[in-house]
Each structure stands twice: as structure tokens, then as C-alpha cells.
């Protein structure tokens, strides 16, 4: 409710109740908490505002941390990018006794190559099996990634070496923890299927949103201590498997070529234990 008051040049202005009476006993409503709030420098219209610009900021902190939120990008990788599947070792005796154990690298062309994330959606769907329909996962690394893995535990158990994980780059925990991999998902989460102690399972993400996991790129200047750059041997970590069965999958890579986000290729490549060292066409 507001009343007319006289201004000094005869008009009326409107005043509210709460305004009319804090003027006539100022005192018990200086500390007085609604007053206060009513008689803020910030209007209703100020306050929405500030909530417009804070969730637009977080639109943006949410696309640079997205892997996928870039534009104008090349779907054909270039001549010389792709996934080739290596044998660490076949297992003997012991809880492994007869499984192997692979690593899955992006094999690429320059030493600034950046990998910069894995993923998969319903254009290009990102596909984990193993014939026997499962793989190996230590129950010591309680993490999906390479940042479970501890040289000092593992010294104490051998077996979480061959623990399997989703990497880029990353080996262990010995790798800095701004280095080590992030994920995000849609619908399925596939690095679930990479945490112990229950084996993983075969899985497919291909969802309409999807999932990856990534690392940010941290800018050229760190090409030489970076471990998602491909680096002298020209090719980036990005999974390890154990498993009794053949090894077979597919996913898409995202790739900066000599570290220019510029030359930003994607291209769903595959995999296979059987038809080593992996390249496909």
C-alpha cells in the first residue's frame, strides 16, 4: 500500500508503508532485517539481472569445460592418426592366469599433437567389449583412471598394474592431479564399468548426449611436461584393458593438431586384439 507525499516543488510522490513509517521512527528500524532488505540498493529488476549474468557465466565456464562445445571442426582425421592396440602381457599363474593385458594408444604425427578427449553419442557411439564379456578391475583402485594407481601400493600388489582404466596420457597417480582425466556423461556412464572390485562389463554409450572423458587443454607453453601431448613416441595413452577375451571397441577421438585448437580434428576410430598393431582405415 503507498500514500501521496508532497514533494518540495508540490508534487506528490508515492511512498510505501514500510518507507512512511521508517521515516517517523527511524531508529527501530535501522537494524531491522526486513527494512533492511526492503531498502536495499538492489532492486528486484537489479537482483534478476545479477542471476541472468551469473548463469550465463556458468554457460560459459560449462562450454570450456566441455570437451565437445566447439564448432568448425574437421570430422576426417588427417593421414597417420590412429588407435593402435598393444600387448603388455599375457598372464601365467595367479589371479590374471590366462588373461592379457593391453594398452590402447592415439597414435599421431607431431610431438604437439594434443589429445584432448574420447567419447561417444548416438552419431558416433563409443563401444567397450571383450568376447568374454568382462575385464579385470582392481579392487585397490577405487578410480575409474590411471589416478587410482599408486607405485607404493602397487609394489604391495602387483596385480593393480594391470588394473584396467580410461586414461589420456596418465600412467598412475604419479602424473600431476591437473593432468589426470575428467568425465563427463549422459545417460550411461561407461567409466563406471572401470571401478572395482567388481569386473567390468560391455558397454555402449549412444545416447543422444553422450559422454567423454577429456582433459582441458592447458596451452602449447606446456607441450614438453604435458602428458596429453604426443610427446617424442608420437602417441597419447588412453585405456588399458585386462581380459581372457579379444579386446574390441570403438570410440571418437578429438584431437588438436600441433597444439592449435584451430586444427581441431574429430573421427570415431576402432580397435581390435585380433587385427594388432590397430590402425584403421
Known sequence: MT???ASPNGRFNRISTVQRIAARNRSAFEYNSIYILFNS??????????????????????AQLNPLSSTGYSTEAPVGYWLGLETVTTHTGGDLDGM?????????????DYMSSCSGDSENPLIFT???????????????SAAG?????????????YDSFLTIGAEDALTPAAQQPSTIWGDVDASAQFTGPLPGMNIVVDDATGGAWYTPFPGIDQAGSHVAFAGSDLKVL??????????????QTQ???????GQEYRRLHAYSSENQ???DE
Do not use: H
Request: with cysteine; aromatic share 16%.
Open 130 to 144: 571383450s568376447s568374454t564379456g568382462s575385464w579385470y578391475n582392481n579392487a585397490f583402485n577405487t578410480s575409474w
Open 41 to 62: 540498493t538492489f532492486t528486484m529488476k537489479n537482483i534478476v539481472s545479477l542471476m541472468m549474468a551469473l548463469c550465463c557465466s556458468f554457460g560459459l565456464g560449462w
Open 100 to 112: 592379457t593385458t593391453y594398452r590402447i594408444y592415439m597414435n599421431m604425427q607431431n610431438e604437439n
Open 3 to 5: 500514500y501521496p507525499k
Open 277 to 279: 598393431p590397430g590402425q
Open 255 to 261: 584431437v588438436f593438431v600441433n597444439g592449435d585448437m
Open 149 to 161: 594407481l599408486n607405485p607404493a601400493f602397487v609394489a604391495v600388489f602387483p596385480d593393480m598394474a
Open 238 to 251: 588412453v585405456a588399458q584393458f585386462t581380459s581372457a577375451g579379444t579386446i574390441s571397441g570403438q570410440f
